[in-house]
């Protein structure tokens, strides 16, 4: 992000408009709908501009731009359609940090407008860094067919019941919470249409129903990676809680859902190798929840596969605390879907065991005679470390050197890579391809070849 979107109180500033005609024009018909103080300078102006000066919504100085013009105005609109007078004013602008927007340069503005959808006092702004002003105002028109129109007024009435909550809810996180809550669920669109009395009614609904002091804990799946992975109750939690106690498998897109205002905690491995003991996360789900707050306990995949969540409920259980678990798409099935194939197979394969390649002893010992057999099918949680012990142990119990082994390395991201290899030359091919993981071992399962699984890709985006 080069650019960064805010919302500058505009009031009583001196916004200064070199420039009379289209492209000024085009410039002010946003401005004259802020509380600025617009000054247009130009020998002539268009007609439209006429009828703003005439409506007071700006000034006019019929002459040449002068130094002068450029003090006490806090941004500058250059579209004089005269490139060296344009530069001229820029240079004015830029040794006094005043910001400039050239309608004949880009590349030398330092802002861009970018396409409003104004619901005052809601306003949602879109940019593309220049790249397709025509995209923005395709999302502008997508946006904009979906709000009601009446959401400014239904800003101002929240308003006023923000104001009531501070005197009975004094903690922030508290009133957060509780904003969070009352938005929570699918159903903006009837929520948008309540009127005050409505509103009313609602809030006081819900602050009789609130026990401020109890806290909860929601056991959240992140899903793979990619944030069209995640479900909605996902990203519905993470908008509403107050504290995220994250895992390093978790995607920074996936974290961005939730509130800046929010408590980030992770818990990941550190840079040093050391992994926040279990107990520690324990004691920091019950110590947060206890405080009253909405935890998300975010866990890459599903929280239910190899995420050491009946450890986690067991202590909130044993400690009295509210909790919920949100399942997530597993990183398995997010392999499978790269590769093209069925985890389950009509005549080829009845199960499919989904198994870790560590567990508290090292490397974990399994049925391995059965995961030989060759109708036999698994998907490898963190198993690239134990690759070799994998493939020696298939082999001794009689697994085919020429079994299909394929192998899914950040399932669903941009960096996702695929190794399509064989049992026999599983642990040097993924030494060979420099895979470090997260990875998935897809034992038995076969890439599907090149110009079907572009197929498979097309279907998936077509289906978004
Ligand atoms: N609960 C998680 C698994 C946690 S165990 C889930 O349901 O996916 C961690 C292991 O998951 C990693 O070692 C790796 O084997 C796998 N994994 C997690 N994210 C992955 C991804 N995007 N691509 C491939 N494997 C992934």
Not at 127 to 136: D, I, K, R, V, Y
Not at 417 to 433: F, P, W, Y
Request: aromatic share 6%; with cysteine.
């Amino acid at each position: 992000m080069r650019y960064l979107p805010i919302h500058v109180d505009l009031k009583e500033a001196k916004i200064l408009i070199v420039g009379g005609g289209r492209a000024a024009e085009a410039k002010m018909r946003t401005l004259v709908n802020t509380q600025a103080a617009l000054i247009v300078v130009a020998m002539d102006i268009s007609d439209e501009i006429q009828k703003w000066v005439s409506a007071d919504k700006c000034v006019w100085k019929q002459r040449a731009y002068k130094k002068s013009d450029i003090s006490g105005v806090r941004l500058v609109y250059l579209a004089s359609e005269d490139i060296a007078l344009d530069s001229r004013v820029a240079e004015h602008a830029h040794a006094q940090n005043i910001l400039v927007n050239r309608a004949d340069d880009k590349q030398a503005s330092d802002f861009f407008s970018p396409a409003i959808i104004d619901r005052s006092p809601v306003t949602i702004s879109i940019g593309t860094e220049g790249t397709s002003p025509a995209l923005a105002r395709a999302l502008k028109q997508d946006i904009e067919s979906r709000l009601p129109n009446n959401l400014g007024k239904f800003a101002l009435m929240l308003a006023k019941s923000r104001k009531r909550l501070m005197g009975i809810l004094p903690s922030f996180a508290a009133r957060q919470h509780f904003w969070a809550t009352l938005f929570n669920g699918s159903d903006l669109t009837t929520k948008l249409s309540w009127d005050e009395a409505m509103v009313e009614s609602k809030v006081s609904a819900q602050l009789a129903g609130l026990d401020s002091s109890s806290g909860h804990v929601a056991l959240v799946g992140a899903g793979p990676g990619d944030p069209d992975l995640m479900t909605h109750q996902a990203r519905h939690k993470l908008f509403s809680a107050d504290v995220i106690v994250y895992d390093r498998l978790v995607s920074k897109d996936v974290l961005g859902f939730g509130r800046k205002e929010a408590e980030y905690i992770y818990v990941g491995k550190n840079p040093n190798g050391r992994t926040t003991p279990q107990e520690e996360i324990n004691k920091i789900l019950v110590a947060k929840a206890k405080k009253g707050l909405s935890v998300v306990r975010l866990k890459g995949g599903d929280p239910l596969i190899f995420g050491r969540a009946d450890e986690e409920v067991d202590v909130l259980v044993a400690a009295g605390i509210s909790f919920e678990i949100c399942p997530g798409i597993t990183s398995a099935a997010a392999a499978a879907a790269a590769i093209g194939v069925s985890l389950t197979a009509r005549g080829q394969n009845k199960a499919v065991s989904l198994i870790t390649g560590h567990d508290t002893k090292g490397f974990a010992e399994q049925d391995w005679t059965g995961l030989a057999r060759p109708d036999a099918r698994a998907a490898i949680y963190m198993g690239i470390g134990a690759a070799r012990f994998i493939q020696g142990r298939l082999l001794v119990h009689g697994a085919s050197a020429q079994l299909p082994v394929s192998v899914v390395e950040n399932a669903s991201c941009p960096e996702q890579k695929i190794v399509s290899s064989r049992l026999g030359t599983l642990a040097d091919d993924l030494e060979t391809q420099g895979i470090k993981g997260p990875a998935i071992l897809m034992i038995g399962y076969a890439v599907r070849d090149v110009k079907k699984l572009q197929l498979v890709k097309t279907i998936t985006k077509t289906g978004r």
